[in-house]
C-alpha cells in the first residue's frame, strides 16, 4: 500500500471537547431546582397501588386530544409491513417499570429556547418527540425529529427514532459541549417514498462487479436485505492526517463498509482501502466545513465511532454537491439500520391507519346559504365553492377594516393592513436573512416544496419565498402592487394578484404557477 493510502485512513480533525453535558440526576435532589413551568414529570420515582390505572386513563386522554389536533392521514406510497396495532401514546410511554431509575435531560429549540423533562433510562427518540408534541399542542405529521448536536466539533446528526437517548448520551463523555435539539426534519424517511430523488442512476449499482442502472423500485429493498449487495460508488474528498489538505478520491459504499481505491476508480479488491464501518459508528453532517475545516465546499460529512473518545478520531468527508452528499448519508443510514429504519417509518402510519383521526360528525357537515329570510342548503358544489371564497374574502376586508382604525397613514394604509393577517401564520418568519433562510430550510429538510416567506432585507416594502427544489434553495421575491388604491401582491409581475400573503400561499399550495413545485411543508418554529 502506498503512504498516502496508509495516511488517508487515518483522517481525522482537530479540536477539543469542552464543557460537561447537562444531564441530572433526580434521585438526588437536582430535578427540584428547575422551574415549575419548565419541568415535565414523566412519572414518579414511587408509584402508588393505583398508579398504572391512573396512568392509563391520562395515556387515553392525551391520545384523544392530539388526535383531535391531527389532520387526515394520507396513504401510504409503500406497502405497510403488519404489525400490532395498540394506543399511540400508551405504547410511547411503555415499558417504564416501578424500579426503572429516572434522569433529568435538556433538549433545546432553533431559537436556543430549552426545556428540562425527567425521562426513563430507556426512553427511545420517539417517546421524547412524542412528548413534547403533545406539551406543546403540535401537529404531528411524523416529521418531528430529536438531533444530536456536538457544538464543538461542528457536526450533528439525526438520532433514529428507535435509539435510545440515554445511550447517546452516555457517548458524550464528561467534557463534551452537545446538545439534543427537536425539530422538524421532512426528509427523514423521504427516500422511502422517492428514492429517485434520493439515489441518482450513476452513483449507485447492484453488485460490485457491476456500475449499470439499477432498477429504483427495488433499491430500497435490495438496501433492506441482508442478503443483497447495494453499492454506491463515486469521489468524494478526504482530509488528510495531521494536514488541512483534502484529496479527492474514488469512495466505494458496500455492506462490509466504506472503501477507498488507491488506484484511480479500481474495484479490484488489492486496491480497495478499508475506511470505515457502521456497526460501532455513526454519520454526521458538518455544519460549517469550509469554515471550521477548510473543506472544498460546504457540503461536508463525518464518520464519528461511538466509542470516539478524541476528536482525531474522527474521518472528514466533503461532497462536491448537496445531492451526492445527501446519496452517501442516506445509504449509510440504510445499511447501518436497515429494516429498522422502515419500520420507523411505517409504525405511526399503521397507527393513523387503525384510529381514524375524522370524527363521525364532520361527516355530516354541509354548505348553508343564511343570507336570505330562509337559510337553505347548498348542494351545488360549485357554488359551494364559489361561497367559501367569497367569504373568505369578505371576512379579510372586515379585518383590514378592523386592523386600519388603528391610526396608520392613509397612503400605507392597506400595505399595513395585509401585513397583520399574515404576522400570526407560522409559515411566516419576518426579519430573517437570506442565509438564515436557507439554514433552517436546510435543517427542517432539502425535499420539495418546503418553503417559508420572509420580509425582505433589501427591500423593506417587499416579501420573499424561500423555496427548496431539486435540493436546493430558491428565493422569490414578492412585490406590492398599487390597484386603484388597494395593495395587491404577486410573484409573477402582476399576473396574478393576491390580496394578501395567505391568499398568495393558499393558491401555491394547489397550483405551481411560476415557481418550479408547489408549496408543500412550511417552515415552523415553536418555543419548548
Sequence with gaps: MSAMSNTVDEIHTSGSLAEKAEIFHNGRGNASSFPHSLFIPLRAPLLAPKAHKIRTTLCRRDRSQ???????????????????????????????TQGSPTQVIKVYNEDNTSRAIEVPNDISARDICQLFVLKNNCIDDHSWTLFEHLSLLGIERIIEDHESVMEVLSGWGMDTDSRLYFRKNY???????????????????????????????????????????????????????????????????????????????SKEPRHLQFFASFND??????????????????????????????????????????QTRTCWITAMRLLKFGMQLYQNFVQPRQKQKASPMRSISENSLVAMDFS???????????????????????WRKKSCHRLSTHGSPSTSQSLATSIGLHLSQSWFHGKMSREDAQRL????????????????QSNPKTFVLSLCHMQRIKHFQILPMDDEGEVLFSLDDGHTRFTDLIQLVEFYQLNCGVLPCKLKHHCTRITL
Excluded at 475545516?293 to 468527508?317: E, I, M, N, Q, W
Excluded at 330562509?374 to 373568505?392: D, H, M, T
Excluded at 430550510?441 to 425582505?456: E, K, P
Aim: hydrophobic share 30%; glycine share 6%.
Design 187 to 265: 426528509a427523514k424517511y423521504e427516500f422511502f417514498r422517492k428514492p429517485l430523488d434520493f439515489f441518482p442512476d450513476h452513483m449507485v449499482s447492484i453488485t460490485p462487479e457491476t456500475n449499470g442502472s439499477v432498477d429504483h423500485s427495488q433499491l430500497i429493498q435490495t438496501f433492506l436485505k441482508s442478503s443483497s449487495c447495494p453499492e454506491i460508488h463515486g469521489h468524494l474528498h478526504a482530509k488528510e492526517l495531521s494536514r488541512k489538505s483534502w484529496k479527492k478520491l474514488y469512495f466505494v459504499l458496500r455492506r462490509s463498509g466504506l472503501y477507498f481505491s488507491n488506484k484511480g476508480t
Design 372 to 394: 336570505g329570510q330562509r337559510s337553505r342548503v347548498i348542494e351545488n358544489p360549485s357554488e359551494a365553492l364559489c361561497v367559501a371564497v367569497e367569504e373568505g374574502l369578505s
Design 441 to 456: 430550510i436546510t435543517q427542517q429538510g432539502l425535499i420539495d416544496g418546503v418553503f417559508l416567506l420572509r420580509d425582505s
Design 66 to 96: 392530539k388526535e383531535s389536533e391531527n389532520s387526515p392521514v394520507q396513504s401510504s406510497l409503500l406497502e405497510l409491513i403488519p404489525s400490532p396495532t395498540s394506543p399511540l401514546v400508551s405504547e410511547c410511554l411503555s415499558p417504564w
Design 281 to 322: 459508528s455513526d454519520v454526521y453532517t458538518l455544519l460549517s466545513a469550509k469554515k471550521l475545516h477548510g473543506a472544498p465546499s460546504d457540503y461536508g460529512f463525518c464518520v464519528k465511532s461511538t466509542k470516539c473518545s478524541s476528536a482525531r478520531d474522527l474521518k472528514l468527508l466533503c461532497a462536491d454537491d448537496e
